[in-house]
């Protein structure tokens, strides 16, 4: 069975930074493009940032270029989400997103999503 479990969220103010981490298993984790995905309240879900299967490839939002770093370590199975200098229009649920082509055709696998308040 196919799980990204995301680590917890949090209360952050603004200007602090976060971590998010999620581990992905039931897939092999290095032959798939990873991402994070957010949803503000009333907002569309948007793509926060990408990175390529082996790690050498990485695409970020405008929105949050130069703030956010993703990365990933395979020999652990998770992604990674720094987000530093937390700003509150980054308030949102985070998603983790895998991304791999097999036999069938591309298949994507979501993470439930965490929580991410940044408010004073």
């Known amino acids: 069975q196919v799980q990204l479990v995301e680590s917890r969220g949090g209360l952050v103010q603004p200007g602090g930074s976060l971590r998010l981490s999620c581990v992905g298993s039931?897939?092999?984790?290095?032959?798939?493009?990873m991402g994070w995905f957010r949803q503000a309240a009333g907002k569309e879900r948007e793509l926060v940032a990408i990175?390529?299967?082996?790690?050498?490839?990485?695409n970020y939002s405008d929105s949050v270029k130069g703030r956010f770093t993703i990365s990933r370590d395979n020999v652990k199975n998770t992604v990674y989400l720094q987000m530093n200098s937390l700003k509150p229009e980054d308030t949102a649920v985070y998603y983790c997103?895998?991304?791999?082509?097999?036999?069938?055709?591309?298949?994507?696998?979501w993470g439930q999503g965490t929580r991410v308040i940044v408010s004073s």
């Open positions: 990175i390529t299967g082996a790690g050498g490839r990485t």
């Open positions: 997103n895998a991304r791999g082509v097999l036999s069938s055709g591309v298949v994507t696998h």
């Open positions: 039931g897939f092999t984790f290095s032959k798939y493009a």
